[in-house]
């Protein structure tokens, strides 16, 4: 920075005027030693032929003694006024640095939560740093040599031109202000913290360097408190952290030097939050993944030999949990407070609105960050639909809505018992434990309507598919596809029941879609299914027996059960998968193209389709043993010689009851 070129220059003319200044009084002194002679000479040859010549030099060297005090005087009041023009422009310098570049760090790295990205330009703003520490601790020694001058010839000067106790005051109130706001949290600890858990972070002092600090490392301490404790210390009350809000173990550590990148830190590697007191109003009125908390960094070491500073910093909220299931609200908590936080806010205030433009950004780069690819235009509008409880087709403009906190997380979405977040946040988690490389592929459409995916379905040819999120279902996503009668040419698009995570740990969803060979062809618009996929199936490699005693292991085989055609042109339904165990050897896994699919009701269904979802009720299976449609489509179906499910067995499984095996298919 230019500015700091001009500081050094301003520094070394005040450096170069004060030694002009010092032999000027050294001048004084040995002219002020020479009356002193004269006088005592004087004193000796009163009387005497020498006298007049003595008084003559006296009368010279009072004179010379008084332009010399004037001039000493006129240059120790030009010099503080070139003292107080540098140390004004420091401020103004170090407030750029401090309350600009600094804490714009501070903020993009509480960004940064949220996946953000952050360029970490801390090492610069630590030259800077130590450049303004090495200025001030120049003024002020300078301030320090002019006040000594000053002792040793006492100069009388009007109150309102004598500067140097001001100077001093300010030069020592900028070194404090770079000292304590230099002392930073560098790696944040986990912002959703769960108690037991062992987490790490690291602080730092940026001018422990150049301040010679770290010739004694000073120690560094953490604890952990409230955030009306964090309030209170903000404001200046110190009394208000006497007592931490928990317990903490391994919080002390001692700052290191590292000679190579000249940092010194405090690592804190194997911290863990034992206990936490959460306060009264928080227990009885909100959530615990409401209630805020933060880390609290205290230590003190000595500046100069001669100043002792006592600094402290404060982590970014975390919210504390005692179990993954309050994980999903924990971070929503903090993702709407990493994203709206303001600058010298009171801790830890928030707005209760912001602009969706705003929280879809965020939504994005928190998407991007775990899975790789972000959210498109298509996506993010089909989020606003859902948060809003809209249709896409009916929204207009979005730049200027806004939406609330109790939305986004607290209250539940239309006709559902979890709120937006958990839905986003479950299939993000989902993408990010499963379906990750799919996602970064383009193989996933996922955040798309079921409207819109069966129109976009019906203008394409059969067997094309396409994968979205289920909208009823938390981290589910289904496969909903083209189907064509091949006799009554009837066209529907069906929709399997949802995969979850538990699902995938069984079987890959590329292989699930692989073993549905038969049903899915054509990945949306017009992908083949092969082109798409087939590097992510899972590889079966055939079976060696080397003895006779050996098992021959089994294979799962996801297949799609199929109840004749059913529905009407351009209708949409919802289909159960299973999976079928083969007997034979991983490479001879048998699948059933004919195999039995079972139907689901859907809200807008018409009134005549049946539920089959609940398996206990009678009334539906009464229906079902009446409904003759369906009776001459499984009567018609004959399972092959080597199959080792037979026909009840099947509907069993499909359908299990109180009592396996009570239910009989019916004869014709």
């Not at 908590?333 to 209760?352: C, H, Q, S, T, Y």
Request: proline share 5%; net charge neutral.
């Amino acid at each position: 920075m230019q500015q700091f070129e001009l500081l050094q220059r301003a520094t070394k003319t005040t450096d170069s005027d004060l030694n002009i200044l010092q032999h000027e009084q050294e001048s004084f002194v040995i002219l002020y030693q020479e009356k002193y002679q004269i006088e005592e000479a004087l004193a000796r040859q009163a009387g005497t032929p020498s006298e007049p010549r003595l008084r003559q030099r006296k009368e010279q060297v009072d004179q010379n003694l008084s332009q010399k005090a004037n001039s000493i005087l006129e240059k120790r009041m030009h010099l503080a006024k070139k003292h107080l023009d540098s140390i004004q422009n420091l401020e103004k310098v170090q407030n750029v640095v401090l309350n600009e570049h600094l804490m714009s760090w501070r903020r993009n790295q509480q960004l940064s939560g949220n996946g953000v990205p952050f360029f970490n330009n801390l090492d610069q703003i630590q030259q800077w740093c130590e450049m303004l520490g090495d200025v001030i601790l120049q003024n002020r020694q300078q301030l320090q040599r002019v006040e000594s001058l000053r002792t040793q010839l006492p100069i009388p000067m009007e109150p309102q031109q004598d500067l140097l106790p001001s100077l001093n005051a300010k030069i020592t109130a900028l070194l404090s202000s770079l000292v304590t706001s230099t002392f930073i949290v560098e790696r944040q600890p986990p912002q959703v913290m769960k108690v037991s858990n062992k987490f790490s972070c690291s602080v730092r002092l940026l001018v422990g360097n150049k301040l010679n600090v770290h010739l004694t490392p000073p120690k560094v301490a953490g604890t952990i408190i409230s955030e009306a404790q964090a309030n209170a210390l903000i404001k200046g009350d110190k009394s208000a952290i006497t007592n931490s809000a928990g317990v903490i173990v391994n919080n002390n550590g001692l700052m290191e030097y590292n000679q190579a990148a000249k940092q010194l830190v405090v690592n804190f590697r194997n911290m863990a939050l034992k206990t936490v007191k959460r306060s009264e109003r928080k227990k009885h009125q909100e959530a615990v993944t409401e209630e805020k908390f933060c880390l609290l960094f205290q230590s003190k070491f000595n500046v100069a030999n001669e100043m002792t500073f006592q600094v402290w910093t404060l982590s970014l909220p975390v919210v504390v949990i005692v179990h993954g299931s309050q994980e999903a609200q924990a971070t929503a908590v903090i993702m709407w407070d990493n994203a709206f936080a303001e600058l010298g806010r009171v801790p830890f205030e928030v707005p209760k609105e912001v602009l969706w433009k705003a929280l879809a950004e965020q939504l994005n780069f928190k998407f991007k960050s775990q899975i790789g690819t972000g959210l498109c235009e298509e996506h993010l509008r089909f989020l606003a639909a859902k948060l809003l409880g809209r249709k896409e087709d009916t929204m207009e403009d979005l730049s200027n809505v806004k939406v609330s906190r109790a939305k986004f997380h607290k209250e539940n979405l239309i006709e559902r018992k979890f709120t937006f977040w958990e839905w986003f946040y479950d299939a993000m988690k989902l993408v990010k434990d499963h379906l990750q490389d799919l996602w970064n592929n383009g193989c996933i459409h996922g955040f798309l309507a079921k409207q819109t995916a069966q129109d976009w379905l019906l203008q394409k040819a059969p067997g094309t598919f396409l994968l979205r999120f289920s909208d009823s279902i938390l981290g589910g996503v289904t496969i909903a596809w083209i189907r064509q009668d091949s006799e009554s040419e009837i066209r529907e698009v069906l929709s399997i029941q949802p995969y979850t995570s538990k699902d995938f740990q069984i079987r890959s969803c590329a292989t699930r879609i692989r073993d549905l060979a038969v049903n899915l062809e054509f990945l949306y618009p017009d992908i083949p299914r092969d082109q798409a996929f087939s590097k992510y199936y899972t590889a079966t490699e055939p079976q060696k027996l080397t003895g006779p005693n050996d098992y021959v292991a089994s294979d799962l085989h996801t297949t799609i059960p199929i109840f004749g055609a059913g529905g009407g042109s351009g209708r949409s339904r919802s289909v159960t998968p299973f999976s079928i165990q083969s007997p034979h050897s991983p490479g001879e896994s048998v699948q059933d193209p004919r195999s039995v699919m079972s139907q689901h009701s859907e809200m807008n269904a018409a009134a005549n389709d049946m539920d089959f979802t609940d398996t206990n009720s009678p009334e539906n299976m009464e229906r079902w043993l009446n409904d003759e449609s369906l009776h001459e489509s499984l009567s018609s179906f004959e399972p092959p010689t080597d199959a080792a499910i037979s026909q009840n067995e099947l509907y069993n499984i499909l359908y299990p009851g109180p009592n396996p095996g009570a239910y009989n298919l019916p004869s014709h």
